[in-house]
């Protein structure tokens, strides 16, 4: 009996299953000597290990850790907002949204040529607060609407087909978005104006030096995160969209219009997005046609690292997601010795999601999947 | 009978793709009575549930609800009209809590003290379910998530309960229990109508029946009649 059991459980243990317990083993080692390495750096800077890997290191003073902290929060608030609608959507229909990156884009690209002409008329300096309110506005609206109308005619018409076919198609809607923006606007980089001088300086907060811009967005994320919240958990609308996502056959029995539940699904995903594009728009008052790219990918790794299919996984995993890539670089890299470190952000961006499927395949704060789920 | 039937199906016909399912079937369930639908595997029970429902749509024939040709009519419309049904096994919305559950059972109404008098009435028939309101569903026995869908059918006050294998994953202590509280129910003066494998059960408590057979009803008569009818088990249900 015992015998059996021993050889079943040998048997299950395949190469690969080795082959990842090696890679987490040495994964989780490197972190370690780099995070073990780092704090030695910072007690004692000319320890011989720092000598030997990166003698030109200096560490970090507390000011720039915190300076890293806050870019990495807010940079993760945006990541945030927008990996709410991949998450969304997956959770709904079960299928990963990659032009979700393009309505993040159309949202900062509309920002951009509403402050052009407010900013032409003059109210962007004598107004902002009404002008941010504008912009925001019409950044939400026309993601929305984007969203809704490449939910009508890309995926409804898919519903029924394998989930391939409308992943498939959401990464053709991504290209015919990007180049539809390059066609109308041209490829060249479009800058925002200039922010008004009270919003963007350097205050202090709690010994912590922090950029107004920066505080905007996270304000600014934390309210819409929190109003999406309620939305989802407070009000009869997300209890129907939450009964959607788990059983759209029952849910059309109590009476749910399905279509119109996955339509507001959509909608609401599109408005984060574009209330993320505006953030984007003013803290690096630059947007081109490819500007939905990176963020897209990079939400979308954030919404798997959090679990994806659960909103608070989504908004957890892009802070999570944007402070790793703001201070591993730094704390991690550097001491180890890996030249250019800064330029590495994305590479730490997509080795955390490699590490959290490693780790826990269902993401930080994801339900275990059942098979059926998986396919 | 010169009483209007509450649902009905007059030689209905239904298909999924090329495969005739329901096969010119007469139904009719009048107001405040019970009546069960027997048979076996792939006979068409399921087929007949969701076309009274109007979550499959005959390709001929007609679906009455009160008299009134509905087949073009969405489930909503039905719901609406008090017609609602308890899903083979149970199918709660798992990751919600046991109170939203009730709730989206009452998603088409928008009577607040009707809905909150309904969440009364429900937690005197089930005192238990009070107990468990703000645990998410997937957390309950077997037991307690009928109750939850039984609870959840009623909360849009229905007229008719369509009961799609009511006493499917239960354990046998609580196929009694669940048929005698199906029984109360009734009593209340709600007309039932329910698909069963265990047709002495069903019949035991029934008025009338009818057996399908391959999308056919070869037998229709009074619970009574069926029980006593020999050839039920052997030609009909499949069974040894």
Redesign the interface.
Known sequence: MSETVKKRSKSRVSGVDRFLTVVRVLMATLIVIGIVAFIAQQVWPGNPFADWRNPDARGLTGDQFKGLVVSGLSQGAMYGLIALGYSMVYGVLGFINFAHGEVFMVGTMSGWITSEKLHDAGLWESNFILSLFLIILVAITTSTVTAIITERIAYRPLRSSPRLIPLITSIGVSFFIQNAVLGLFGPASKGYPRLPEWLSKQRSIFTVEIAGTKILVMVVAAISMASLWYLVERT?TG??M??VA??K?????????VNRTIVITFGVGGAMAGVGGILWGLLFRSVTHMTGFLPGIKAFTAAVVGGIGNMGGAMAGGVFLGSAESIAPMVILEPLGVPGVSQLKDAVAFTVLVLVLLFKPSGLFGEKLSQEDRA | MTETALLEFRSVNTHYGAVHILKDVDLAIYPGEMVCLLGGNASGKSTTLKTL?G?VTPTSGHVLLDGEVVNDKP??YR??NGV??V?ENR?L????TVK?NL???A??RDDREGIEEDLENIYELFPRVKERLSQKAGTLSGGEQQMVAIG?ALM?RPRVLLMDEPSMGLAPALVQQNFELIQQIHEEGMAIFMVEQNANMALSIADRGWVLQTGRVVLDDTAEALLANPELRSSYLGES
């Open positions: 009869q209890r129907a939450r009964a788990e059983d056959e029952i849910a059309s029995l109590m009476g749910i219009n | 429902l979550m489930t909503s719901v609406t609602t049904m899903p199918r919305f798992k990751r919600l939203e709730e989206l059972g998603y088409l959840r849009s």
